[in-house]
């Protein structure tokens, strides 16, 4: 599954950069996330929800930040096990660009899941 977008925020790249590298923040943007515990400066402990048509689980694992390059850009790398659910993993593409007084995100993310939930996806 491939989902991409972008967004304009009302606060300077700088300003976003930070929020997006607060884990209280970063949990909100991702969608599914019920829990984000930082390990590292760059890793966290995770927990996401997903459903895929009747069958719904909940997936343990890391979440890396990688490839950063401060105030422009990172990547979200998420490995988790699901118990009999299978296994998820993705990443995310955060791009962050000056537009006016704001900042533009730009995002690409790809995930793909294995088990129980790819047979019923």
């Known amino acids: 599954m491939n989902l991409q977008g972008e967004r304009v925020i009302a606060a300077a790249p700088e300003v976003t950069w930070t929020a997006l590298n607060d884990p209280v923040t970063l949990k909100a943007c991702i969608a599914g996330c019920e829990t984000l515990d930082r390990v590292a400066d760059d890793e966290f402990l995770a927990t996401m929800a997903i459903r895929i048509g009747p069958v719904n689980a909940r997936f343990k694992g890391r979440l890396k930040l990688q490839n950063i390059e401060p105030i422009t850009s990172y990547t979200i790398a998420f490995d988790g096990q699901g118990g009999v659910a299978g296994f998820g993993k993705g990443s995310a593409d955060v791009k962050l660009t000056p537009e006016g007084t704001?900042?533009?995100?730009?995002?690409?993310?790809?995930?793909?899941?294995?088990?129980?939930?790819?047979?019923?996806?």
């Open 102 to 121: 704001g900042t533009r995100l730009a995002y690409a993310a790809r995930a793909q899941v294995g088990g129980k939930l790819a047979q019923v996806g």
